[in-house]
């Protein structure tokens, strides 16, 4: 049984890394073809990255709605300037960077509001759920409840893996500020955390 179960293991794990190879090319064929303006080429990278794109705006607005228009505004932006992407980096991560500035050019707009929005959940009580609503909602409300600075570089690194200066240059900042921003979210997180009852 062991063998068998090692076996599948084994064969899993090779089609995989070709799966994974094979959506690697499928991509810089269907980036080649959306730069001669290829809609349906388009619409695949679309398909590819729309959920991973989606979350991370959700996560950066915290509305759906929002969530939404950003996402859409992003591709929009990112179907505009295609003829523009080099491959320095890798498609997912120029994408990320078009929805990062989508969310940020929307933020700043309704700045003001954003503004009234913060002061109010500053000032309000924070209700603590005692239901089933296990610890990964508990973290994921308290990341919801950081200052913006501190969540955009939290959801950027610690989320979504990129580096400071990487984070910084996304977000429009140094990547020192971005540090000092990460050190801030995790100790706020961490003092949400206790509050509710759980142990850092």
């Known amino acids: 049984m062991a ?77 505009n300037k295609l003829d523009k992407f080099r491959g320095d980096s890798a498609f997912a991560t120029w994408l990320h960077r078009i929805a990062v500035n989508a969310v940020l050019g929307r933020i700043r707009k309704s700045k003001r509001e954003q503004d009234r929005i913060e002061a109010v959940a500053l000032e309000a009580p924070v209700r603590i759920s005692t239901g089933d609503t296990g610890e990964l909602r508990d973290l994921s409300e308290a990341i919801d409840r950081l200052p913006e600075g501190a969540r955009h570089v939290f959801l950027l690194h610690a989320v979504y893996g990129y580096s400071h200066e990487e984070a910084g240059s996304m977000l429009g900042i140094a990547a020192g500020t971005s540090k000092a921003q990460l050190h801030r979210a995790r100790r706020l997180l961490a003092q949400q955390l206790k509050e509710q009852g759980f142990e850092a």
Do not use: P
């Open 3 to 79: 063998a068998l179960l090692t076996a599948n293991t084994s064969d899993y794990s090779h089609l995989m890394v070709n799966e994974t190879r094979n959506v690697a090319a499928d991509e810089a064929a269907w980036i080649r073809q959306a730069q001669r303006s290829d809609a349906q080429a388009f619409e695949a990278l679309y398909r590819l990255h729309v959920d991973k794109v989606y979350g991370l705006c959700l996560r950066m607005t915290g509305n759906v709605s929002e969530a939404e228009d950003c996402a859409q505004e992003a591709f929009i932006q990112a179907w």
